[in-house]
């Protein structure tokens, strides 16, 4: 069932902003009562909504990359967290926000088009402005200007507070488990690069050199049971073949708003609910891609931009952002944005 918004709010927010249903009976003159005795016994008004306050809120969103004709914008407003004043509020009010950030910040960082990306240091205020506490590092544009710039980002997320998954300083450091624990609810993220380990980029983290975690079924088992035994939820991410259309023209690429068939997404996906996830999301696609309920979990193929450069098709103008409420340890509601 679907949570609706009711005057632009929302229930598992706010209690107030739901519906109230009440139940009214009368009697016809000269009709016992007593069937409308049994009613009041038998029917039940108590609710299992559980309190606001009692709720984790989780927001989790796709694609981040500060760089080329966005880094170029921010420069020219010097305003570095411009890509944040529509969206930084929204995400911040969770009591846990995650992006996926695919660009490092690089040292003397110099904007160009192309694609090697690096990001100016500046523009932290955009990620900052979003009140990030979460900073996924699956993707493959983190090393474009060698792993020491990943390592020295890595480190400037430290610094700030935030935590991260999915990369790390080395392929040890990458392949760890995040658990986050807030109002009785435990969660583990878990954040795998399929893409670069199938084929052999320079993007995957090894021995002293940063870069994103490894993929393997193997691997996926291991952590997912080890998760599974220290967490109530079990939230697996994915950096797949990249999803976004270059049609010529303003429409629709087609293909992007489903699982891709080659590579096998929708089976490398739907294994790790297999394996015991609670929700699997692709932060790969740079447009949203559909989501579907299977076995026991919930599956978000692909999420699209949330900052990035990429205005010229409708598609990668498009994005979800997903708002996961908890409570006690059990997954309540998603809603999408």
């Given at each position: ?23 009214y ?23 299992s ?15 981040v ?37 695919e ?20 523009y932290m ?41 999915g ?10 488990i ?37 993929y ?23 950096q ?67 900052y ?30």
């Open positions: 069932m679907k949570i609706l918004k009711v005057g632009d709010q929302y229930y598992l927010d706010n209690r107030e902003a739901g519906i109230h249903i009440r139940f009976a009368t009697l016809a003159q000269g009709v016992d009562s007593y069937a409308l005795d049994i009613l009041k016994k038998n029917i039940s008004t108590n609710s909504v559980p309190d606001v306050a009692s709720l984790l809120k989780l927001n989790m969103s796709g694609v990359a500060i760089s080329r004709d966005l880094g170029a914008k921010i420069d020219s407003l010097q305003n570095y967290d411009y890509p944040a004043e529509k969206l930084g509020q929204f995400l911040a009010e969770a009591d846990l926000t995650h992006i996926s950030n660009v490092s910040f690089v040292d003397g960082c110099i904007i160009s088009t192309g694609m090697r990306f690096c990001a100016k240091d500046k205020g955009s990620i900052t402005a979003s009140g990030v506490d979460i900073v996924e590092l699956t993707g493959n544009h983190n090393n474009d200007y060698g792993s020491a710039s990943n390592g020295r980002s890595i480190e400037m997320y430290k610094a700030l507070g935030m935590d991260y998954f990369g790390g300083l080395n392929n040890e450091d990458a392949s760890k995040l658990y986050k624990e807030i109002d009785g609810t435990k969660i583990a993220f878990i954040g795998y690069n399929w893409y670069d380990t199938t084929y052999k980029t320079g993007a995957i983290a090894w021995n002293d050199k940063p870069g994103a975690n490894e393997s079924v193997e691997k996926m088992k291991a952590n997912i049971a080890e998760a599974k035994s220290k967490a109530d939820v079990v939230i697996v991410d994915f797949f073949q990249e999803c976004y259309c270059y049609p010529d023209g303003d429409v629709v690429y087609p293909i992007c708003y489903k699982p891709l068939g080659n590579p096998d997404q929708k089976g490398v996906f739907r294994k790790a609910i297999d394996l015991g996830a609670t929700i699997v999301i692709g932060t790969q696609a740079h447009q949203p891609q559909t989501y579907e309920l299977y076995g026991d979990g919930v599956i978000y193929y692909g999420l699209g931009n949330l990035f450069d990429q205005w010229n098709w409708i598609g990668t103008r498009q994005a979800m952002i997903l708002t996961h409420y908890f409570d006690n340890g059990e997954y309540i509601n998603t809603k999408l944005t």
